[in-house]
């Protein structure tokens, strides 16, 4: 599953859990973006946050594992980089399946190599609320034509969360309460993320190693 997780929440970690038991993942590897290509440099929060609180969200969960692939590849971080990284490591035998929203599987012909995409995993697309899934099938067109068995749908609970409501609520000190985990909740209050404040972080930047 990959994201920008600025911060994660439980949307992510909801979509995560359906995801794994309904197509029966071993397990969900959450890739935090380094540089989001569709987001301009200096619009997210710093990898290690965001990584750290991906750490912190998916560790009582043993299928759940986070990885630093795209954090530690310079550029923008592109999922066909991403997904031949985790085919190298994880050899042949493993079939990939890459989480996300429905939202953002609507982009996927503006992502790079789109159509090579689709031959290095299968797609599970959540549907968030509102969310209709025929205008899947509208936008891309003749792609889920061809690729149809390579995209699964799959309906979550309803979970109208999302990052951008979660940094807004911490800017203007609203309850963040019971929308990410308290282990995340209490990381972004120690150390001012979303406050606009740059208060000094007193989280030492260190040499984490690849996944935890
Ligand atoms: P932002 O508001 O900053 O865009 P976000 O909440 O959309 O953040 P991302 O890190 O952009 O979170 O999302 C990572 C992936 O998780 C994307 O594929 C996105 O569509 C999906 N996603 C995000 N929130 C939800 C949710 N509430 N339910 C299901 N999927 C979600
Ligand atoms: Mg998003």
New binding site residues.
Partial sequence: ??????PI?Y??L??AEAAAEEFGLEQVIFVPAGQPPHKPPGAVTEARHRYLMTVLATVPNPRFTVSRVDINRPGPSYTVDTLRELHARYGPGVELYF??????MLQILTWKDAETLFGLCHFIA?T?PGFRLSRLESVLGPLMERYRDRIHPLQ?PA???????I?ERVRTGRSVRYLLPDAVMHYIQKTGLYTGQGRPVPVTPGREGDGV
């Fill in positions: 599953m990959g994201g920008t997780f600025d929440h949307g992510h909801v979509t989480i996300t929203g429905a939202d953002a959540a968030r979550v979970l109208a969360i999302s990052s951008t409501d940094r």
